[in-house]
């Protein structure tokens, strides 16, 4: 079947895999499809994004005008995805995720091998490490909180699904979610729009013929309590009923589990790069409404290209496939790695403390998709999330007690409090900035607690995360303050490695993202890896200033770029690398 999206232009855009050659090439996204690569870029490190920052009128008001960020054009550039990056990884990403090519790097770097280890990622977000990793070859666990990121692993991560049911099913999603909207008095796609084939002759049943009069019922899949957890404006009413169609077209028609998980991928994916009224830059912004969109075009398209993804991925693995383990669970317990074979090497980004709130980033289609439906399930969530911004901070909260004693996070800590006042800010938000520090810190303690015990002697881990100056501009020294929460609570600190920098447009100051790299000790206290092989005989592939030392890092920042913050970790590490 030709599916096409009924834009002006009534040429198709995509065809199926069964009918064109799909010609993957290492532009693939751009060149395959055009119109929905636009929106699918929504969440491939802002490549939907205005040229521009919305102003900051357009700014929802929940954002707090104390956010220091960087333009969109700094932010990204090293994070951009590189032609090696491929595909699957762009079916849903964040903004703020890393790219693929660091996991590569880190995989290297840290001296992974696939037949040793099992790599893990306990905040995994949109699953860039465990995929990377096990297109590589390496068995994987991943853990996230937020319920969208266990689908967006899950489905990523499933190389079993049955592709052979998809097609036939997205038909009949197709012709089932017109017939709603039909119901409705809506064709299925925009008024005025060129509808060419988006449901081809061999298709006469379209019209809502094959819906019994009366099953859709949009208010039953979206209960006024779930609508309310939607930010104003971020979602028109016509794209929004396309949307529901196809979500009960899905929940009616698709019975089998892995195909169902990914077409409900596919319309989260569609939800924010075409139905929505949603930017990313980095923070989630609002749109200009539109009055409607193709969503249902732009669906097909999205999932036919998700199967001739997956198609081509797998011609080039050779089953059995490397496990791949998916769990929701909260990162300061990790219960649910009881049981589990001992991790080898964990690439992750954590939250940083900078008020980003991933609840609300990914309302639209966590709410649309079910994973929220209403106050209770969203405070529920939070409450599982490091508190990493001032809106998911709770009364009976206690993680601070766990980094009380570590001078770096109470000095950051103070600081922030002593501006506040100084600046005479009362707001209630503006209270809690001193305490979200702490609080992220003492669960970084809890969630590096709950780890250590679960990685096997000699395990390596890194930490992607970045500096920030969110609170009254108060620098955080993010990754060096984890450094000594790392090393209260047990690991050896190999190194801090600067990854990016981004210039904040508000201070212009050059704001670190860097690599923390850490270790579990070995039981006798040494660093090589395993009884009988040499610490030489590993391969460190290094940086170009080729240093000695602990293997494949720079030099970490030199103190004196350090304006506050724990400076003992340059010096120390400065010294181990002398
Ligand atoms: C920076 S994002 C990770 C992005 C990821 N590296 C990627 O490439 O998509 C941080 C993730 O941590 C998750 N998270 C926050 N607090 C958590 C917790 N306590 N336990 C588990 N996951 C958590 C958030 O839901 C979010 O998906």
Redesign the pocket.
Same mark, same amino acid.
């Given at each position: 079947m030709l599916w096409c999206t009924c834009h002006q232009n009534p040429l198709p855009r995509f065809r199926s895999p069964g009918v064109l050659p799909c010609v993957l090439t290492a532009d693939r996204g751009r060149s395959r499809m055009r119109g929905v690569v636009r929106t699918t870029q929504a969440l491939v490190n802002g490549g939907n994004v205005k040229p521009s920052l919305p102003k900051s009128g357009e700014r929802v008001a929940e954002e707090s005008a104390a956010v220091a960020e960087p333009s969109v054009a700094e932010y990204v550039v090293k994070n951009r995805f590189q032609p090696a990056d491929g595909a699957v990884h762009d079916w849903y !990403?964040?903004v703020?995720? @890393?790219p693929p090519h660091l996991v590569r790097e880190y995989l290297r770097l840290l001296d992974a091998d696939p037949d040793r280890d099992w790599v893990f *990622?306990?905040?995994?977000? #949109?699953? #860039? $490490?465990p995929l990377e990793a096990r297109l590589r070859g390496y068995a994987t666990l991943s /853990? *996230? /909180?937020?319920p969208i %990121?266990i689908l967006a692993a899950r489905v990523k991560l499933d190389w079993d699904v049955d592709l052979e049911q998809v097609e036939p099913k997205l038909d009949e999603v197709m012709e089932y979610a017109a017939g709603c909207l039909h119901d409705l008095g809506l064709g299925p796609c925009p008024e005025g729009d060129n509808q060419l084939t988006l449901f081809g002759p061999a298709r006469p049943r379209v019209g809502g013929a094959r819906l019994p009069a009366g099953r859709f019922a949009p208010g039953e899949l979206l209960p006024a309590e779930a609508a309310a957890l939607i930010p104003r404006d971020f979602i028109s009413r016509k794209p929004l009923l396309r949307v529901l169609a196809l979500r009960s077209a899905i929940d009616t028609v698709v019975t089998q589990g892995g195909v169902r998980d990914l077409m409900l991928l596919g319309l989260a994916n569609t939800i924010v790069s075409t139905a929505g009224n949603v930017g990313f830059g980095p923070e989630v912004y609002r749109l200009p409404p539109k009055d409607d969109a193709d969503v249902l075009g732009a669906f097909a398209t999205t999932v036919s290209g998700m199967v001739a993804d997956l198609r081509m991925v797998l011609s080039r693995q050779i089953p059995p496939f490397p496990e791949a383990l998916v769990f929701q669970? *909260?990162? !300061?317990s990790l219960s649910a790695l009881d049981g589990r074979p001992p991790i080898g090497l964990v690439i $992750? %980004?954590?939250? @940083?403390p900078n008020e980003k709130d @991933?609840t609300r980033s $990914?309302r639209l289609e966590s709410v649309l998709l079910g994973f929220l439906r209403s106050k209770s399930d969203l405070r529920a969530l939070k409450s !599982? +999330? +490091?508190r %990493?911004n001032t809106r998911n901070v709770f009364a009976g909260d206690a993680d601070d007690a766990f980094v009380a004693d570590i001078p770096s996070v109470v000095r950051v800590a103070e600081e922030i409090e002593a501006t506040r006042l100084r600046l005479g800010k009362t707001s209630g938000f503006e209270r809690q900035y001193h305490r979200v520090a702490r609080l992220y810190f003492g669960?970084m303690y809890r969630?590096l607690s709950a780890l250590l015990p679960r990685l096997r002697p000699g395990a390596r881990c890194a930490y992607?995360v970045g500096d920030q100056m969110s609170f009254f501009r108060v620098h955080i020294r993010t990754a060096h303050l984890l450094a000594d929460v790392a090393t209260k609570a047990g690991y050896k600190v190999e190194g801090i490695d600067l990854w990016r920098t981004r210039r904040s447009t508000t201070t212009g100051l050059d704001l670190e993202e860097n690599v923390l790299v850490l270790r579990r000790p070995t039981a006798r206290g040494g660093t090589s890896e395993e009884p009988g092989r040499k610490r030489d005989d590993w391969p460190h592939p290094g940086f170009p200033d080729g240093e000695a030392g602990a293997p494949g890092f720079r030099k970490p920042r030199s103190a004196d770029t350090c304006r506050q913050g724990s400076r003992r970790w340059d010096h120390r590490l400065r010294g181990v690398r002398r």
């Open positions: !990403r964040f703020l995720g @890393y *990622d306990p905040f995994c977000g #949109t699953a #860039t $490490t /853990a *996230d /909180a937020n %990121s669970e *909260d990162a !300061r $992750t %980004s954590p939250p @940083y @991933y $990914t !599982r +999330l +490091l %990493s669960g969630h992607v």
